[in-house]
């Protein structure tokens, strides 16, 4: 019932900067923790960061210092700022969401995806 779907994504110069922004729409009891996840060619999909409802956040290590995210609670959207991006950050980058559906469940939703592409 949950639907996520991401905005921002495009082709950046190395050293640029794009902001990546997710809407959960849908019925559902509660979203919990959101998150961004990317997929680079040839690569697994990887956790990039990490927002739970309280605010604390998680950062793979490659991305301390230059990336932010960030939720909207009641707007039920998370964004992430991502500054002096990479050529190896080029992936196709994926909103996340746990969704509580029950007392005792819950299930993961995600995006479609967006392309983030890093080139001169």
């Known amino acids: 019932q949950v639907q996520l779907e991401e905005f921002g994504g495009g082709s950046v110069q190395p050293g640029g900067s794009l902001r990546l922004s997710c809407a959960a729409s849908g019925r559902t009891f509660f979203i919990g923790g959101m998150g961004w996840y990317r997929q680079a060619p040839g690569r697994e999909r990887e956790l990039v960061a990490t927002?739970?409802?309280?605010?604390?956040?998680n950062y793979v290590d490659s991305v301390k210092g230059r990336f932010t995210i960030s939720r909207d609670t009641a707007k039920n959207t998370v964004d992430l700022q991502m500054n002096n991006l990479k050529v190896e950050e080029t992936a196709v980058y994926y909103c996340?969401?746990?969704?509580?559906?029950?007392?005792?469940?819950?299930?993961?939703?995600w995006g479609k995806g967006t392309l983030v592409t890093v080139s001169s």
């Open positions: 927002i739970a409802t309280d605010g604390r956040t």
């Open positions: 996340n969401a746990i969704v509580i559906v029950s007392i005792v469940g819950r299930t993961e939703s």
